[in-house]
C-alpha cells in the first residue's frame, strides 16, 4: 500500500516488490508490489483470496522512523463515523465485503506489516534518508516474518 511520490508513504510498495523478489516463486501467492487503493476500493484486489499480507507505513505520535509494527485487521478499530467512502478504514472495508458475501479474508487471516514513516506529504519519489540506512534491518525482520508466515503449517 501507497504512493510511490510520497517520500516514506511508498515504503509498502517498496517492501512488497522486495519481498516478493526475494522470496522467488512461491504455490498460491500473488504479488502485488502497488496498490494505491483505499476504503472500499482495496474489495476488488483482495477479492477470492483466503489469506492477505499487506505492507504499509504508520505515522503514530512520537514514533521513531523505521520501527514496523505486526498486526491483523481484527486489531485495527472500525471507522466510527463514515462521511464518505474515503473514510473507510481497512478493517471496516474487510467487514463490510465480507457482509455484502463478497469472498474476502477473514480479518484474522489479514496480516499488516507497517513501517514507522517521517514524511508521507513531500512529492518526491526518495523516502527520506533516516527510513533508507533503516531499509536493510527492517526489510530483512520484515521479510523473515513474512517467510514464517507463508511455511506450511502441519
Not at 504512493?3 to 519481498?19: K, W
Not at 499487506?54 to 463515523?81: C, H, K
Not at 519519489?125 to 514464517?148: F, H, Q
Request: include cysteine; proline fraction near 5%; hydrophobic fraction near 45%.
Amino acid at each position: 500500500m501507497g504512493n510511490p511520490i510520497l517520500r516514506d508513504d511508498a515504503v509498502g510498495i517498496r517492501l512488497a516488490a522486495d519481498i516478493g523478489q526475494r522470496l522467488g516463486k512461491v504455490p498460491g501467492l500473488d504479488v502485488v508490489a502497488g496498490c494505491s487503493a483505499g476504503g472500499l476500493e482495496l474489495l476488488p484486489v483482495i477479492q477470492g483470496y483466503a489469506r492477505l499480507i499487506v505492507f504499509d507505513s504508520i505515522r503514530t505520535r512520537g514514533g521513531t522512523p523505521g520501527t514496523w509494527y505486526r498486526f491483523t485487521a481484527a486489531d485495527l478499530q472500525e471507522t466510527m463515523n463514515l462521511t464518505s467512502v474515503h473514510d473507510t478504514n481497512f478493517a471496516t472495508a474487510l467487514e463490510l465485503g465480507r457482509r455484502l458475501g463478497q469472498d474476502v479474508p477473514a480479518a484474522d487471516m489479514s496480516h499488516i506489516f507497517a513501517v514507522e514513516i517521517l514524511d508521507n506529504m513531500t512529492f518526491d519519489d526518495r523516502m527520506t534518508p533516516v527510513l533508507e540506512r533503516a531499509y536493510p534491518e527492517y526489510a530483512n525482520a520484515i521479510l523473515a516474518e513474512v517467510d514464517t508466515l507463508l511455511r506450511p503449517r502441519h
